[in-house]
């Protein structure tokens, strides 16, 4: 039997229209073996998790340079448990002021990655989370 | 319950979350997968399956996007007689052969499905199949079909020439072309035209689209139009803007033609009975080459490896060789004298 593949959506919620982020980690991701669902922008909380579910996906990608963060993954992180994906993994890229980081953190988010960080070191730390769930799959 | 069972039982429910774990199984060919859709497979074979395909850039995502979104807009008595059909779309793109990753990017053209819960959109890598398609998309498409989906649109990945699987496993195939593509001498090549039920020239807003129909009802005219040696379906050529929906209902109406005279015409079991022979024949193939791989000795798949490639032995002698356990010479000795044979 294989391993499965990983799956991750990288989606862009809300309204700002740089997708330069979101296609650099796809790429990265993609380079380092995983599939990649890329959504494109100004996606609703709603549109994000619907994608999850369809496409069974071990990760999300958020990526968010509005500010709206505290708005937006609050939603995804709700819509996502209501649908039974609750053990899906979540990261949040983009500019994202350091208080929020621990509040995002206790909704349950694994990382959050700022300009800068490395797309090698965000590569090996999706495949370290995916692949812990990925040993246990199934319904 | 078994975990199958419940899970064939969970779909058959019409839950979505199971429906897309089930996929998931499937596409990883898990044991649990297979036997979900063994349970299910009773259910098979109702769904309209039509594949897109055309080169990469043609505009297949966004004419899907637009195909659903007509279809999801009515009834269609032939399809369902009180709602608008159930639409499934699986877009297949391609795996990178280096990486072993893939980026699947065909929902961007699909953001106008989001939130129907009539349409269930689900995107797949190649994952190292040559055809157009992986190697599982049929048995996604059983899962779907099973699910209760009507119609369910199969995006193949760009197409060149050549990436022709999914004829053989739709029951209409659309192929999309759009201006500016090649002259007359590609459209009389084989393979991608040939297995046209339905042409579109896509982008019908840029100049060159005239010219573009031109040269393909010319190419049709050549081949005598029998659209797959099936004479009496006219291949129409039609054109459509998908990024603005004209010309689809027209489209969408053309394809219920083409299964109307499937259904007519015998056709529609004879195609059934193809996409059946030809996920029979892959499978079997799979089966008999893991088989094989697993009786042998360790290492003596590499030992003949390493002969081919010192050139002490051709690929059809170790085939031979490796298949009936008898020496090379006397394999290769008896292959020529065979050849020698039939050329007298």
Known sequence: MIQP??????????????????????????DAGM??????????????????????????GLSILSGAHMALVPRVVELLRAQGQGQVHLFVGGIIPDEDLPKLKALGVEDIFGPGASTQTIAARVRQVAEGRAQSPGP | MS????????????QRLALARLLSLIENEQPQGEAALTELYPLTGRAYIVGVTGAPGTGKSSLVNELAKTLRAKIYPGLHASRPPAVAIVAVDPTSPFSGG???????????????????????????????????????????DAAGFEVILIETVGAGQ???????????TLVIESPGMGDDIQAIKAGILEIAD?????????????????????????????????????????QAVATTGQGVPTLVEALLRHREYLQASGLWRERGQQCAAAALEARLRDRL?????????????????????????????AVQEMLEDEPAPEAAKRHLAARAGARR
Do not use: C
């Open chain 1, 5 to 30: 593949t990983i799956r991750v959506l990288i989606a862009k919620p809300g309204l700002d229209g740089h997708d330069r982020g979101a296609k650099v980690i796809a790429r990265a991701l993609r």
């Open chain 1, 35 to 60: 599939e990649v669902i890329y959504t494109g922008l100004r996606q609703t909380p709603e549109m994000i998790a619907e994608a999850a579910l369809q496409e069974d996906v071990h990760v999300v």
């Open chain 2, 3 to 14: 975990d199958h069972a419940e899970l064939a039982q969970a779909v058959r429910e019409g």
């Open chain 2, 102 to 144: 893939a980026i699947l990017g065909d929902r961007i053209r699909m953001r106008d499905l989001a939130g129907d819960a009539g349409v269930f959109v689900r995107s797949m890598a190649s994952r190292g199949s040559l055809g157009g398609l992986a190697h599982t998309t049929s048995s996604v498409a059983d899962a779907l």
């Open chain 2, 162 to 172: 050549a990436e022709v699987d999914i004829a053989r496993h739709a029951h209409t």
């Open chain 2, 198 to 238: 339905l042409l579109v020239v896509n982008k019908a807003d840029l100049p060159g689209a005239e010219n573009a129909v031109r040269v393909l009802r010319a190419a049709l005219d050549l081949a005598g139009n029998t659209g797959g040696a099936e004479a009496r379906w006219q291949v129409p050529i039609l």
């Open chain 2, 289 to 317: 080459a893991e088989r094989w791989h697993a009786a042998q000795p360790d290492g003596r798949y590499r030992e003949i490896l390493a002969r081919i490639v010192r050139r002490e032995l051709s690929p059809a002698a």
